[in-house]
C-alpha cells in the first residue's frame, strides 16, 4: 500500500511515467495546479504553504523508499522535485504580489516561471548542478530543482530592479 502511495506521489499520479519529457509535464501540471488553487478557488497561501511544506518534507522519503531497489537513484519518472521547484516562483510570486495582479498578469508570469525553470533545470548552472551530479540521493533530486527555482525567483527580481531603472 505504501509503495503504491509512494509510486503515485514521486510520479504525480503517475505523469512521470510519460515517456517524453516527464519534467517538462510535470512543471506544467504544477503551474496549472498552482494556478487553479490561486486563482479559481481562491484557497489561503497559508493552506498551500503548508501542503507545499508537507510535500517537500515527505518528498526525501517517498523518493528514497521508491528508489530504494535501484543503482538509479533519480529516474526521469520521479518528477515530484518538478513540482516542488516549480512552486517556489510561483508561490513567492503570488505572496509577494496579493491582490495586486490580473488573471491575464499571473497567467504570463506563470508563463515566464514555466520557461524559466525549465530553463534552469536544464543547464544546471552551479549549484544546481552540484546537486544533480554529486548528491546521488533523495535530497539531490529534491535540491537540484529547489535551486531551479530560486534562480527563477532571482532573475525576476533582477528583472524588476532593472525595470525600475528604465
Do not use: W
Amino acid at each position: 500500500m505504501i509503495k503504491q502511495f509512494n509510486f503515485l506521489f514521486v510520479t504525480m499520479l503517475g505523469l512521470g511515467r510519460i515517456g517524453f519529457i516527464p519534467g517538462t509535464f510535470g512543471s506544467l501540471a504544477t503551474v496549472i495546479l498552482l494556478f487553479i488553487c490561486f486563482h479559481i478557488l481562491n484557497i489561503s497561501s497559508n493552506i498551500i504553504l503548508l501542503v507545499l511544506l508537507i510535500i517537500f518534507a515527505y518528498s526525501f522519503i517517498a523518493i528514497k523508499n521508491h528508489t530504494k531497489d535501484s543503482k538509479n537513484k533519480d529516474p526521469g519518472e520521479i518528477i515530484i522535485d518538478e513540482f516542488i521547484g516549480q512552486a517556489i516562483p510561483i508561490y513567492l510570486y503570488e505572496i509577494s504580489h496579493g491582490t495586486e495582479k490580473t488573471t491575464d498578469q499571473a497567467i504570463i508570469i506563470y508563463a515566464i516561471c514555466f520557461v524559466l525553470f525549465r530553463f534552469f533545470d536544464i543547464k544546471k548552472p552551479f549549484p544546481v548542478s552540484y546537486f544533480d551530479k554529486k548528491q546521488k540521493n533523495s535530497f539531490g533530486v529534491v535540491m537540484d530543482d529547489v535551486c531551479a527555482g530560486f534562480y527563477v525567483v532571482l532573475s525576476l527580481i533582477c528583472f524588476m530592479v532593472v525595470k525600475s531603472y528604465i
